[in-house]
């Protein structure tokens, strides 16, 4: 940074003086000719002034203590003031327009060079610590402006995600939480952290889940668990947690950051679609027994090879009509009796025991699959143990509009042999228990009186079709 240096006196003498220290200390100096003139390089390229009390008496005074009083809050102009001959004593004026000045120093006479010399660096030296001042002040001040901006950026990504995030200090302990996580668990700010995020956690999954973050955090692998997460329902859905640690230079730890996902649908389907696709095997071989019995059962009351034949392909042919339009309702929407009616079909005699009673409606492709393979559960259970495979057994089947409240479908068995509870829950009972439950979104119950078994399954109106 240049050092210029203003001037002014009112002796040519005094003058001749500065002029020659200032080339001495190869100084940049600048000769002014008044306090106006000076008054209008305040703030600009100076870094001292030098000027004797008798100048400071001069036209302009007050244009000088106004700009002295606008400089910026970092800048203090110095003063370098040389004092009256001994035996001279300065105006008042003078003296009150020094007594102004911020940053002054006071130099008796006779001036003695070496003493100007170091005063004069002296100020110099205070005006360069205060542009470094400014400068460290500047650097400070764009860094607090950065880092409000990172921050804010930040919160505005973390919070506008759809999910949970957290970070922890290197030694796990879980400071931040954005707004996600109080949506998603709706506990109060603030009441998880620490430790006290295992709380939030299945019972079951609790030590599995610190045993999984202890080791990350003393290994520094990535953190990577499913587990169960108290919703603010109160309802455990299964979550996926990840976390990865960022490192300095040197591969230290600075930080964990991790994130929360729900995945509890997407669990919810995988284990349908187990079911469903076991449930397939376990038709298959009940078609396969169907068949076997209509054969068999066929043949022993046919009265010729003909009327056996006959018999066979007939209700053959209707079974496989009956799945293909299983397989057609799998992938539109259908209507219920429709599902109802093809499920029953390969049951139903020429004087029909199944009577249906309920309104016809839309249903999804899903629960219209669902349904029909737990009606076909049932009908081949009831065919083979219930009311079907005794000649007065009767099979209603009945359901109510869900503009009437909760969707409610009933199957309840009659004139069958005695019925008596299973001691094992069969493939059959899971698949209805579960899958029917889930698709639809509702409660399944089975039971075993004497006179026949009773199904019931109830369902929210937008479990019909969701």
Known sequence: MPQTV????RAEGDCALIRRILTREKIEARELTSLTELAGLVGKELQAVVVTEAALAGPGGEALQEAL??????SDLPFVVLGEPAGESPSAEALARLDGLHSAILLSRPLRPEVFARA???ALKARQRQHEARARMAELQ??????????????????SVDQMIWSTRPDGFHDYYNSRWYEYTGVPEGSTDGEAWNGMFHPEDQERAWGVWRH?????????????????????????????????AGGK????????????????????????????????KNTLAMVHSIVSQTLRQAESVAEARDSIQSRITMMSQAHDRLINSAWLDARLREVVETALAPHQDEA?????????????????????MALHELATNAAKYG?????????????????????????????????????????????????????????????????????EMSAPPEGLTG
């Open 387 to 455: 009311a079907l495979s005794a000649p007065g057994g009767r099979v209603e089947i009945a359901w109510q509009a869900p503009e009437e409240g909760p969707f409610r479908l009933t199957w309840r068995e009659a004139g069958g042999p005695e019925v008596a509870a299973p001691r094992r829950r069969g493939f059959g009972s899971r698949m209805i228990e579960q899958a029917l439950a889930g698709y639809f979104g509702g409660e399944v119950r089975l039971e075993y009186p004497k006179s026949g078994l009773f199904f």
């Open 120 to 122: 004069l660096r002296a």
């Open 253 to 284: 730890i600075l930080r964990w950051y991790g994130t929360c996902t729900d995945i509890h649908d997407m669990k919810v389907a995988e284990e349908q679609r187990r079911l469903m696709l076991a449930e397939m095997n376990h038709r298959v």
């Open 352 to 372: 029909p025991r199944i009577a249906l009673e309920g309104p016809d409606m839309a249903i999804g492709a899903r629960q219209a699959l669902a349904l029909t």
């Open 142 to 159: 764009l860094r607090d402006r950065q880092l409000f901006e990172s921050e804010a950026s930040f919160q505005a990504i973390a919070n």
């Open 216 to 248: 990350s955090l003393e290994s520094g692998d990535p953190y990577e668990i499913e587990y169960r997460l108290r919703h603010r329902t109160g309802q455990y859905r299964w979550v996926l947690g990840r976390a990865h640690p960022v490192r300095d």
């Open 69 to 74: 009083a606008a400089q910026p809050a970092w």
């Open 6 to 9: 203003a001037f002014l006196g």
